[in-house]
């Protein structure tokens, strides 16, 4: 473990009823980095992240935060993480002041000053005195993530938490964990919707079925592999023997209007220039880049 | 400890029902008071028979020890709460010592609003009075003891059940069938009825001339049999809140 390391999970497996939910888990989390867990529902995201926090326990394998394991020293380990599991429920009956004072009260050293501060920091300050039941579901959220920030902790942990926040909301909370980033605060964040990992995450781990089956980069995912470039040309039929002649090992694809192959970036001049020789008429030219939901499904499926 | 403790009596006192429940004891008292003026009661005959509304204090005990634990679950907030840097067993144990606080509380008002309310409505000297004060206070000690005991209950059948309705009607039940039992035990004379929780709350009955439920119990056999009862369900308690597997 070395010391950017924030979280490390190792090996985790977790049984319910004789059954496997969580199968040998591991990996970990940088400091200053939004660390994505990706999968299908029921993949063991939620499972995972409530071991992580201690709401469950662990069957096999350790989880160390900050170089604390969870399992030997859980009040020092807990003292590192912030963390919203799921929707954040909080006392409605209560405001939001009041229930920042409840959770303040269970970590020592939170001043008033800090309560005030992370209750700016996520503009609630209007209506902090307001009960929680008054407060819309974005609001709540941001609730959540005051509770969580309180006591300024080395890793923030969000499971699904872009449910049920408008898209403001999720570009304002996407934005948010960039700027903690920077300064330095890792996040775990656990979603199904794969177009907000990509915006949002540094890595993601994909897990399936109690398993990680993949941890990639996400410059990773777009860099790595060909594109498929579609040329839209006047005779595709002659284009196609024309580049057929000229890349013989490639796959190339037929289309009514013209034709695709998957290559790299720089060999499209090369084979638009053959075309233009000809006197072939190209009308476009544009690739198309797998998605991460392409790629997940690949992965997954 | 302090804190958590403070935080489990601001979740009490924001609660409106923790309000009706105290307005309810008083309201009640100055009634009884307006039905019953005019007699010969004195303010001690009027604290007498206000010490009979515990067993609505014990109504209301039942209600908040059953639900102290398993509402946290049902409103799905026990989440937030135990991912604090604090172990289960301090937050368990800071919530029981609330509610203890919060069941003596209400007892102290019920005790002090008598005296007030018997004091304005009632013969303010003494002379004529059977009872005595401190035989007052005695019947409020006993009700104590049994009112530990069904808080005690109560609380580990809150932490073992998760839902909140179910824990409230399964401490309801058990505890009102409980005298049942003790009636038909002691009916059929079946001898290991003595080892009954329900057979020794009520230490009353080793108060002068009065005879126990079952033959060969005394008093120190009740309070062996008490102590044994509530260090299991405190152990119970923390052994199932430590244990569980948060879910919802």
Known sequence: MTQSTVLEVMNVTKKLNNKTIIDQVSFSVNRGEIYGFLGPNGAGKTTTIRMIVGLMSINEGDIIINGTSISKNFEKAMHSIGAIVENPEMYKYLTGYQNLIHYARMIPGISNARIDEVTELVGLKDRIHDKVKRYSLGMRQRLGIAQALLHKPSILILDEPTNGLDPAGIRELRDYLRTLANEGTSTLVSSHLLSEMELMCDRVAIIKEGRIIDVKTLKEYSNDQQNTVVFEVDQPEKALQLIKQHYKDYDIQLSENGFALRLNREEVPSINMILVKEGILVYSIHSTSKSLEDQFLEITN | ?248
């Open chain 2, 1 to 248: 400890m302090l804190n958590l403790v403070r935080n489990e009596n601001m979740k009490i006192y924001k609660k409106v029902q923790t309000w009706v429940m105290i307005g309810l004891l008083v309201i009640i008292q100055l009634l009884m008071a307006l039905v019953i003026r005019d007699t010969e009661f004195t303010w001690i005959h009027f604290a007498e028979i206000s010490s009979y509304l515990t067993s609505i204090i014990t109504i209301y005990a039942i209600v908040l020890a059953s639900s102290i634990v398993a509402s946290e679950f049902s409103n799905g907030t026990i989440k937030l709460l135990l991912i604090r840097p604090v172990n289960r067993s301090k937050i368990l144990t800071s919530k029981y010592i609330a509610i203890l606080l919060y069941i003596a509380f209400l007892m102290l008002l019920n005790i002090v609003s008598s005296i007030i309310i018997g004091f304005l409505f009632f013969e303010k000297s003494t002379a004529n009075s059977e009872i005595s004060f401190i035989s007052v206070l005695q019947n409020y000690g006993f009700t104590s003891i049994e009112l530990i005991m069904t808080i005690t209950f109560s609380f580990m059948i809150s932490s073992i059940f998760r839902s909140n309705v179910l824990a409230i009607i399964l401490s309801f039940m058990i505890h009102f069938f409980s005298y049942i039992v003790v009636d038909i035990l002691v009916l059929k004379d079946y001898e290991l009825g003595k080892y009954f929780l329900y057979s020794n709350t009520d230490l009353r009955q080793y108060l002068n001339g009065n005879e126990p439920v079952f033959e060969g119990m005394s008093l120190g056999f009740s309070i062996g049999v008490l102590v044994v009862y509530f260090v299991l369900f405190i152990f119970i308690s923390q052994y199932v809140f430590k244990k569980r597997d948060v879910s919802v």
